[in-house]
Nanobody, 124 residues
Framework: QVQLVESGGGLVQAGGSRGLRCVAS????????MGWFRQAPGKEREFVAA????????YNAGSVKGRFTISRDNAKNTVYLQMNNLEPEDTADYYC?????????????????WGQGTQVTVSS
């Protein structure tokens, strides 16, 4: 059974930092693009960041550029999202996802595998 399990969410003050982790099991994703999405209360799920299979290429949404960094460790089947200078607007459930290929995409429907999410709350 393929699973993506996120961890690291919690409550953080505005201006603070938080690191999220996503561990994959059931299969390897070393050949797959992986990404992070988030969904705030009452809003649609939106793209945050993605990383190529090798880790050489990354892409961030404009709203998090310069503040969030995505990385991966294929030996550990793990993807990370380091979030710095957090803002109350970053409050959301954060989801890890993987595609079936290694082509950069920000489109939600292109991601075939999803975790259950981890909640991040940023207080002002």
């Amino acid at each position: 059974q393929v699973q993506l399990v996120e961890s690291g969410g919690g409550l953080v003050q505005a201006g603070g930092s938080r690191g999220l982790r996503c561990v994959a099991s059931g299969r390897t994703f070393r050949n797959n693009l992986m990404g992070w999405f988030r969904q705030a209360p009452g809003k649609e799920r939106e793209f945050v960041a993605a990383i190529s299979a090798s880790g050489a290429s990354t892409y961030n949404a404009g709203s998090v550029k310069g503040r969030f960094t995505i990385s991966r460790d294929n030996a550990k089947n793990t993807v990370y999202l380091q979030m710095n200078n957090l803002e109350p607007e970053d409050t959301a459930d954060y989801y890890c996802a993987a595609t079936r290929w290694d082509i950069m995409t920000t489109t939600l429907r292109n991601y075939a595998y999803w975790g259950q999410g981890t909640q991040v709350t940023v207080s002002s």
